[in-house]
């Protein structure tokens, strides 16, 4: 099933043709978008804020429409079609009893990689989960970082150094400027 | 998650199964890479996720495929691209987990791992994984 990414307009389809949700209010987030006390400066300047995200069928497509402070960059927008494409992804997709990637956990995702992926971040690996969540993965030769969304509200990671064994497990919530600053180490390598 | 106690009463640790017998896991496509440091292509974390409708996570025992005269391909049949791993019940075991025999129509071998599968197990398992059918290059 093919897939189109697309931003900033309005196209007339159904309600129902809509797979995530509409609008997104500081109130559903519980991310670090939902959370303003908890942003510092630093993040507010460098974060790309993302207004607003959609998905949507039409016809045999996904639609994605991404609303955002600034032009995104190549590298995002390849992530955002690695986090869409698993949303074609039958049940038992992994030949045992597999959900599909529901739309509202590839909306998390997106969120989240806005937040961490700056224009010399790598782009990561993209994985489904067995009960129906995403992974997002960066492996280099020093450095492991794992992000595992189960669901929009229940969102962890991990991170290692492997030269000086430095690492941290902990859930996103509360923890996304650590989360943060690994990434950025990613984009200093 | 299924917690020890629940495995202990659904799924309960057979010792008849022993610590050396191989118990093998299809790994689709999505779920390997190359780990520069490992210095292979291994599994990731999320191929060693219990199943969606509450079920512990699926093996395949290579002992009775191989006491049937079988091969091990026969548990890949109909998934072109799919790996298949193996770690032995003894690993499984380590880290808190029972093997429970589970024999279905179409495969006596298939088996459960149950047992809280936290992701720091999971890359553990992913880690010492090793190939009995490996990705394609």
């Not at chain 1, 931003?7 to 159904?14: F, I, P, R, V």
């Not at chain 2, 191989?22 to 060693?48: C, M, N, Q, V």
Request: hydrophobic share 35%.
């Amino acid at each position: 099933m093919p897939n189109t990414i697309l931003g900033g307009n309005e196209y007339g389809l159904a309600e129902a043709a809509i797979l995530s949700e509409r609008w997104l209010s500081t109130t559903t987030l519980p991310d670090v978008l939902a959370r303003p006390a908890v942003v510092t400066a630093a993040v507010e300047q460098s974060a790309l804020l993302l207004r607003r995200v959609i998905i949507r069928k039409r016809g045999s497509e996904l639609v994605v429409e991404v609303n955002a402070h600034r032009p995104l960059s190549t590298e995002f927008l390849k992530s955002i079609e690695a986090v869409v494409e698993l949303l074609n992804l039958p049940p038992g997709w992994n030949s045992y009893s597999a959900k599909p990637i529901g739309p509202q956990i590839a909306v998390r995702a997106i969120r989240i990689l806005a937040e961490l992926m700056e224009p010399l971040t790598p782009l990561p690996a993209v994985v489904p989960r067995v009960q129906g969540g995403i992974q997002l993965e960066w492996h280099t030769d020093t450095l492991d970082i794992e992000v595992y969304i189960d669901t929009p509200d229940q969102v962890s990671f991990f991170a290692e150094h492997g030269e000086s064994g430095q690492s941290v497990e902990a859930s996103l919530a509360g923890q996304e400027q650590t989360l943060r600053a690994w990434v950025q180490r990613l984009s200093r390598k | 998650m299924s917690t020890r106690e629940e495995c202990a009463s659904n799924f309960p640790n057979d010792p008849g199964v022993t610590d050396e017998v191989a118990l093998l896991r299809r790994i689709p496509p999505w779920h390997f890479y190359y780990d520069k440091k490992l210095g292979r292509t291994r599994p990731r974390s999320a191929a060693f996720e219990d199943d969606d409708d509450g079920d512990p996570m699926s093996v395949y025992r290579r002992n009775i495929i191989d006491s049937e005269g079988g091969d091990v391909a026969r548990v890949m049949t109909g998934h072109t691209g799919f790996a298949l791993a193996s770690l032995n019940a003894g690993q499984y075991r380590y880290k808190e987990q029972t093997v429970y025999p589970d024999p279905l129509h179409e495969e006596s071998s298939h088996t459960k791992i149950c047992g809280p599968k936290p992701e720091s197990v999971r890359r553990w398992f992913a880690t010492q994984s090793k190939w009995v059918i490996p990705p394609l290059p």
